[in-house]
């Protein structure tokens, strides 16, 4: 027996909720909302983060993928992003042409990735999240730096801050080190 048209929108709701919404607003609640960071903070960043070519770098909820693509085209990075909103991520495949760099961006949930063989790791997260990951990033190997964008880490090696420049509407940045 055929479907109804009503049937089919019903069925097409339902895939689009599991299979779209439920990430998205799972990647809200359990990540950062996509709010992406300015190109010269991300420059900075990666400045601070004193990335020599081949080293591993991992942005967890990379967004747009900026920073991955600037890793891997400015300092030679093997950079990898990882995104859980499905429309940020495809956001990010669709850029990522023009970015016209050997970085990668995965569909992924950063918790269930190994990150453990990590150069650097560059987070813009909420506080709550970054409170969660800190028992994972204190798992990385010694001399592992570690980028957080606007909020601080607690109870990591703080090796280095720039301030806020509100006029600018600019976040810190803090640079720890395992």
């Known amino acids: ?6 049937s089919k929108f019903l069925i097409a709701e339902a895939i689009l909720f599991v299979f779209i919404i439920i990430p998205t607003l799972y990647a809200l609640i359990w990540g950062a909302p996509f709010v992406p960071t300015p190109l010269a903070r991300v420059r ?3 400045k601070l983060a004193n990335i020599k070519k081949g ?5 967890l909820g990379c967004g747009d993928g900026r920073l991955v693509h600037l890793a891997s085209r400015e300092h030679g990075a093997n950079a990898i ?6 429309f940020i991520y495809m956001y990010a495949k669709i850029c990522q042409p023009f970015w016209r760099s050997k970085a990668k961006i995965k569909f992924k949930n950063f918790y269930s990735q190994n990150i453990s063989d990590a150069d650097v790791i560059v987070c813009y997260l909420m506080p709550e999240t970054l409170k969660r990951f800190q028992t994972e990033l204190k798992k990385l190997r010694k ?9 601080r880490i607690p109870d990591l090696k703080l090796i280095h801050s720039e301030p806020k420049v509100p006029e600018k509407n600019l976040s810190p940045i803090w640079v720890y080190e395992i």
Not at 55 to 59: C, F, G, I, L, R
Not at 81 to 86: A, I, K, Q, R, T
């Open 55 to 59: 080293e591993k770098v991992y942005d």
């Open 143 to 151: 001399g592992t730096r570690v980028i957080s964008y606007a909020f």
């Open 44 to 46: 900075t960043m990666l």
């Open 81 to 86: 992003g990882f995104e859980l909103s499905p």
């Open 1 to 6: 027996m055929p479907l109804s048209d009503q």
